[in-house]
DNA sequence: TGCCACACGTTATAGCATTACGCAATTGAT
DNA sequence: ATCAATTGCGTAATGCTATAACGTGTGGCA
């Protein structure tokens, strides 16, 4: 059960999402780390498929683009659902958790004999910053 | 307030749409429209954003795919958060309200002052057909 | 009549993701 | 030691999804 390391190219993907402001496109991935020798969209594709078996990034589905994870957990564990608010002007990308609503889906699942494999939960919106600078 | 008639082109998508099993991509939706004289992907998405703008159509943002909205709601009026479960064995969609959850997004978004524009939940997973025939 | 709004049609292009092929390094069992 | 299986990597080609930028025609209305 020992972690594996990260490989050259997973560590530069995930730096550089950790690194960015907000979402980031694979493309754009791509773009920046072409100076590290990266040349063809599957390097990044591959990289990102590892690095959200691992917890570590997330793919917002609403955006085709891609984040770190934010959340200071244990990786190794599932930490339920994860809902996105999703800034319109700034980008930004806030991570929760809640409970209740992981209650509520399990029972709407439940009620219908439905399994759940994935959930996925995004909020497009306005960030209070920037809906305060109207 | 007199609600507009659709176009010709909305109406066959929202008919194909409807005719449909499961949900369509776009392209799809061209495809099965090329008879009766679709060319260009445009005119699918031309009519598509009209029919989601009414409230007649949903886009599925983890498939980038288009469903017929199966509420009995008076379209004319907010119907809230919607919620959709899709099977990946089978493609059909369950569409879902519940104002539980909605209550729950509304004060994560409140707590944060983020000031929400729509939202998305989907859910993957297998129905009770599928996955009582393992 | 002139203007505006809107739906439409066409071509081209942009943006996102995967298939298919082959090579190299690692592991682990025989 | 060697063979097979696995895993990651690199490259090229392709496919799928969506939009930009034109121009046309029509109906309402001042």
Redesign the interface.
Known sequence: MATQPLTRNQILVLDALTGAEGPLSAYTILDKLRDHGFRAPLQVYRALDKLRELGLVHRL??LNAFVACTQPHDHHTDHGVT?F?I??DCGQV?E?H?A??EE??SV??GV?????????????????NC?AAE
């Open positions: 589905e609403s809902a608010a800034c319109e806030d929760m809640d209740g609503i509520r889906l709407l699942a219908r004999h439905f399994k759940t494999e994935k959930t996925t939960i995004e909020i497009r919106g306005h960030c209070q809906s």
